[in-house]
C-alpha cells in the first residue's frame, strides 16, 4: 500500500505529468523535495521563478530524458544512502541496475539499497527507476503497487529501458 499523501498545500508547485502528480517544495529557493503523488492532486503552478525553472528543465527532461537537468539540491541522508545514491545517478538514461548490483558496487545489501531509494528525496534527479529487482520491476518509493509502480514503468519506458 502506497503510503499517505502529505498535506499538498506544502507544495510550491505540483506538475500533472503522464503518470501522475508530481511535486516540488522549496525554502528560500533551495529545492528540498520532489514527490510523486497520487494522479488526482491538482495541478499547482509554479510560484516562483526558481520553482518554474526547475518544472521546466523537468518537462524538458520528461520529453528528452537524455536532457541533462541542472538542479543540484542539498542532500541529507547516511553516508550509505548518499553512495546509493551517487551510484543511481551514474546509471545511464535506459539502462537499469538490479538492487544486488548496486549492494555490490557500494558495499550493502539489496535491502539496503532498496531502504535507500525508499527514502530518496529527490526522485528523476537521482533516478531510482532505474533500480529494478533481478526478477523484473520491484517496488518503488516503498510501493510494490498502484500509482507509484504504475510512474516507475512509465518512466523505463519512456526512457526506452523497459
Known sequence: MPPS?????????????????????????????????????????????????????????LAAPDTAVNVLPTEHGTPFQRAVWKAIR???????????????????????????????????LTPCHRVVSRQGLGGFANATDGYLLAAKRWLLQNEGAI
Open 5 to 61: 499523501p502529505p498535506d499538498l498545500s506544502s507544495f510550491s508547485a505540483i506538475l500533472q505529468l503522464p503518470f501522475g502528480g508530481f511535486g516540488l517544495r522549496f525554502a528560500d529557493e533551495q529545492l528540498t523535495e520532489l514527490r510523486f503523488l497520487p494522479p488526482e492532486a491538482p495541478a499547482v503552478p509554479p510560484g516562483t521563478p526558481h520553482a518554474r525553472r526547475v518544472t521546466e528543465q523537468i518537462c524538458a527532461w
Open 90 to 124: 551514474a546509471i545511464p538514461c535506459g539502462q537499469t541496475r538490479t538492487y544486488g548490483e548496486l549492494a555490490r558496487l557500494v558495499g550493502g545489501s539489496p535491502r539496503a539499497v532498496g531502504q535507500a531509494c525508499g527514502a530518496n528525496p529527490f526522485p528523476l
